[in-house]
């Protein structure tokens, strides 16, 4: 017996809007800038922007984020945008020794995003996407690192499961939004 019903639906269930906030019930809105989970450090200068629509020079340092950066325009001509990650780097950026950390500084320079590890520059990619949906690119520093080991979502439940292409898209959500835990727990 196949373990999915094809007749169940959960695509109304994934247009609701999905919240994740440091704080249960706080959504913390920096001028326009909506940040989740929101950094433990932030200095932010709204007066300051940088013009990103000729896109991005990328420099990515370990070649470890080709898959993970296609939301910004790539040119050869376009802002400096170097990502970093390892105990050297974390040290010269004043990244905090924790698994992923990472600072994000938009400046006169660029954009710079340096992790502790791996990990760790992903999650700042993703604060920079979220950023960049906003519109503008600020002046910012960014520092931040996460609270709690183990980060995300059980499925557990009974009846019906998700389908495939539900959970797929919802674990994007969970690395979009810096979880880092997944677990599958079906009680039927």
């Not at 200068?45 to 790539?74: E, H, Y």
């Not at 006169?108 to 700042?124: C, I, L, M, P, W």
């Not at 920079?128 to 080991?149: F, H």
Request: aromatic residues 10%; charged residues 25%; proline residues 5%.
């Amino acid at each position: 017996l196949p373990a999915q019903d094809t007749d169940f639906d959960l695509s109304s269930q994934r247009l609701e809007s999905q919240s994740i906030a440091k704080v249960p019930g706080q959504k913390i809105d920096h001028k326009g800038l909506v940040l989740n989970p929101v950094p433990h450090e932030m200095n932010l200068n709204r007066d300051k922007t940088l013009d990103f629509s000729a896109g991005f020079r990328v420099k990515d340092r370990k070649g470890a984020f080709g898959n993970d950066i296609a939301f910004i325009k790539q040119d050869k001509k376009g802002l400096p945008l170097t990502i970093d990650f390892g105990q050297k780097a974390a040290n010269k950026a004043g990244v905090k020794a924790i698994d992923g950390a990472y600072r994000l500084t938009v400046s006169d320079k660029g954009v710079a995003v340096t992790g502790y590890n791996e990990r760790g520059a992903f999650y700042g990619l993703q604060t920079l996407k979220q950023i960049l949906e906003s519109g503008v690119l600020p002046y910012t520093d960014i520092k931040d690192w996460p609270d709690l080991k183990y980060r995300g979502v059980v499925e557990g439940f009974y009846g019906t499961p998700w389908s495939h292409e539900v959970r797929t898209s919802l674990i994007d959500f969970y690395g979009a939004n810096k979880m880092n835990t997944y677990i599958y727990g079906p009680k039927d």
